[in-house]
């Protein structure tokens, strides 16, 4: 009997096209695992099991009838289960972005990155787990409830991705999409024990994503191998007319070697992802993953990114500065739920102060702050000069390297509740993945060790803008030399 948890996704491609696994057996295998899973996980905020079940017989029809007439290729993902995070809209199914001020919002049209994946054949199994709006790096500020982390259950799964990496890490689906503002795919990825790429900003459509710091936010793909996530990427990744922001660069499919091999690649190890305070297992995982690229062939070297330090203050002023813009619709007029009050302004006072979350408010105050007049010059204006540096760092590291190697966080998943009185603590988790965000240039993180606790600890590559290709290459010769990525949590 195959042992659907471990198939990738070529692998189920495979299976699918050649009669041995039917879309069907494969969608109740995920139902299933969600059902055993999810009272002690929380990975979903909404569950599409009886409309999944009929998408796969149909799947299965279509299956059916290509193998009587293969005319035209299949579509790639025909059959296939996923999960999306939900700040995507999916269209009749809510989207809520894990907050009271969208609970009964239900988008009328489909994320194009969605439509992608449906145009491909992928059944959509529901909608994840996020921190309110994608803020925080926990899923602690979901307004429906932590996801909790598969590896150890008193633990977070990080975020704000954590509901989809959960899912992805427990097998209750093959791959999931995510976002990434400042981490959310990567630092989930990390702390989940599975593989997840942030793309260059611009390279995957935002249309049907809710935003939250539009100069930042990228779709993401988790799935368990770069192969896997490789596979996704191409089908979401290109331009897109509703999306002016969208690169008209084409995305070239990615092609991958079997032959672990990996000559002629300059890795640069950046001195200042390796702070104190950082997790020495963490830091020594790291380093031997890096030793096993260069016993690959990959040439490294030292290299030194000067303004990352400010990666930190500076995110936290243009993060928020643009979320409390992109956040000023929810009004109690135009989505969701309404506390009535005698006059208008009454209405949105209370309908906010009542249904958005303390994370929330203290970005859009902190954000409000920030753009004032007065204060304009002195914090925006300056954490955009800023931003402008720290991009200039990678590009002159770029000149040098092909791909950055560092760590994806500075700990392992920590516990749910640890830092959620202190909202300082929580945001210096994000320290080495905002600079990527801010510069705009691709990321990966993936499984490279565990730690004493049996946690995963999660390595991150980065490379040029749109140079995604040579993240998944080096991360896929990564997986054919180890077998991180093949550990599963035992649930
Ligand atoms: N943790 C960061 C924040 O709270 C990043 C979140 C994200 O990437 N969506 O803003």
Redesign the pocket.
Known sequence: MTDLATLTLKQTQQLLQSGELSSLELTRFYLQQIERLEPSLHAFLHLAAEAAIAQSVQADQCITAWRRQPQQPLPALTGIPLAVKDVLCVQGMPCTCGSRILENFIPPYHATVVERLLAQGAILLGKTNT?EF????STENSAYGATRNPWDLSRAPG??SGGSAAAVAARMAPFALG??????VRQPASFCGVTGIKPTYGRVSRYGLVA?GSSLDVVGVLARTAADVALVFSLVAGHDRRDATTTRQPVAPVVLQDEPQLRGLRVGVPDEYFITGIQPEVENAVRQAVNVLQQLGAEVQAISLPHTEYALPVYYLI?PAEASANLARYDGVRYGPRLPAEVLWDVFFRTRGAKFGAEVKRRIMLGTYALSAGYYDAYYGKAQKVRTLIKQDFARAFEAVDVIAAPVAPTTAFRLGQHTDDPLAMYLE?VFTLPANLAGVPGLAFPVGFDQHGLPVGMQLMASHYNETTLLRTAHAYQQATSWHTCQPEL
């Not at 994608?134 to 790096?137: H, T």
């Not at 976002?179 to 959310?184: K, P």
């Open positions: 921190d994608a803020m925080g790096s975020g704000s976002t990434d503002t400042g981490g959310s939250y993060a994000d």
